[in-house]
């Protein structure tokens, strides 16, 4: 409770009582607009179109495929990707309409895209 009260003196003076050079030595809050779009309540879970299997992110970020655990990401922790068998070889890796890298399943490795790149799955997808 002390450290809210804290933050919320710090808070009002930061937005209320000190003027800002880089706005011109006016206040924060007189620039603050609320925002128009609306923040989900829930986030829909992601589907994923019938040819795409479901792996499942344990709760570090590991995903366990074929006798390979592979570190993907601790913000994907407890979360569903979509595994698109591209070859025999190669599993293409999607999170909602983001294609995040393929996994060799010879050598159990993720093969990382330079970028995130959009996923090729169709639009119906849920994304």
């Known amino acids: 409770e002390t450290q809210q009260k804290a933050f919320r003196d710090f808070q009002k003076e930061f937005n209320y009582l000190r003027p800002h050079e880089g706005i011109q030595n006016s206040f924060p809050a007189n620039h603050y ?3 128009k779009r609306k923040f989900p309540k829930r986030i829909v879970k992601a589907s994923y ?3 795409i299997m479901i792996g499942e ?3 570090i970020g590991n ?3 074929e ?3 592979i570190f993907l990401s601790s913000a994907l922790a407890d979360e569903e990707v979509g595994l698109e068998e591209i ?3 190669h599993v293409k890796i999607h999170f909602y309409g983001v294609s ?3 996994i ?3 050598t159990g490795k993720l093969l990382h895209f330079k970028n995130p790149m959009q996923s090729s799955l169709p639009s119906e997808s849920g994304f």
């Open 33 to 35: 607009q609320k925002s």
């Open 49 to 51: 179109p019938t040819n």
């Open 57 to 59: 992110i344990n709760d």
């Open 63 to 65: 995903l366990h495929i």
């Open 67 to 69: 006798g390979h655990r």
């Open 87 to 89: 070859s025999d070889r």
């Open 100 to 102: 995040l890298g393929v």
């Open 104 to 106: 060799d399943l010879y």
